[in-house]
């Protein structure tokens, strides 16, 4: 089975300062991908980045990069120059093709951008 | 393309009614998924359609739950009885799916369904 952990329920960072949001995930295969998401307040969930257990670089995304250390099997997400609109919640996710391919999320961090 | 379209976007039923959400994933997609999200249990995996065929519905909470893909462009969530539990925002997403790559789901604009 694989599990995604996002140990921070709330986070305040201030208005042009980047953030950091953990992730950890349980897998034991080998091929997996992980995903980064925003919910706003309006509800709807917005994909941001992607990074790949086989990728050798770290992946980005405009402000959005994904720091994967893979021996300590996290994926943290770097949001640099945080802007007012930045505040939202932010899932964690991955898929695995051993898992039948599952969508999987961590239970979020809420993110505050102060002015 | 017009994204997953899900419908009712707003649902209020009594307890005991059956409930009918409805959801069209993003064409040329071969994976669906419906999701349930409250403030409680976070974004719970109900079941997982891969080519119109349900490959893992383990996360359906009960009997009362089913979920059907008759083709590649329709699914439907239906909750017969009803309950207040159930109460809840509902998502469907879609992705394509290429044998050994994990590729993004996009998701929909979700139903929020409140049962009285």
């Known amino acids: 089975a694989q599990k995604i952990t996002q140990t921070q329920p709330g986070m305040f960072v201030q208005e042009k300062e980047a953030v950091t949001l953990d992730c950890t995930y349980d897998?034991?295969?080998?091929?997996?991908?992980l995903f980064w998401y925003k919910q706003p307040s309006s509800g709807e969930m917005i994909f941001l980045i992607y990074?790949?257990?086989?990728?050798?670089q770290n992946a980005t995304e405009g402000r959005y990069s994904l720091n994967f250390q893979k021996a300590r099997k996290s994926a943290n997400l770097v949001i640099s120059a945080s802007q007012l609109g930045d505040s939202a919640m932010y899932f964690c996710?991955?898929?695995?093709?051993?898992?039948?391919?599952?969508?999987?999320f961590g239970g979020g961090t809420r993110l505050m951008v102060k002015p | 393309d017009a994204g997953v379209i899900q419908s009712p976007r707003h649902e209020v039923t009594e307890m005991g009614q059956e409930v009918t959400l409805r959801c069209k994933p993003i064409?040329?997609?071969?994976?669906l998924f419906w999701y349930r999200q409250t403030m409680m249990r976070g974004l719970e995996l109900l079941i997982y359609?891969?080519?119109?065929?349900?490959?893992?519905d383990s996360g359906m909470p009960e009997d009362r739950f089913s979920a059907k893909m008759p083709n590649a462009s329709f699914s439907t969530l239906k909750i017969q009885p009803s309950e207040p539990r159930d109460s809840a925002v509902y998502f469907c997403?879609?992705?394509?799916?290429?044998?050994?790559?994990?590729?993004?789901?996009?998701f929909g604009q979700g139903t929020r369904l409140t049962v009285v």
């Open positions: 997403a879609s992705s394509f799916r290429l044998s050994g790559e994990n590729t993004e789901a996009f």
């Open positions: 897998t034991s295969d080998q091929s997996y991908g």
């Open positions: 990074q790949g257990s086989y990728d050798e």
């Open positions: 996710a991955m898929r695995s093709n051993n898992a039948g391919n599952m969508l999987t």
């Open positions: 064409s040329g997609h071969n994976s």
């Open positions: 359609f891969n080519n119109n065929v349900p490959i893992d």
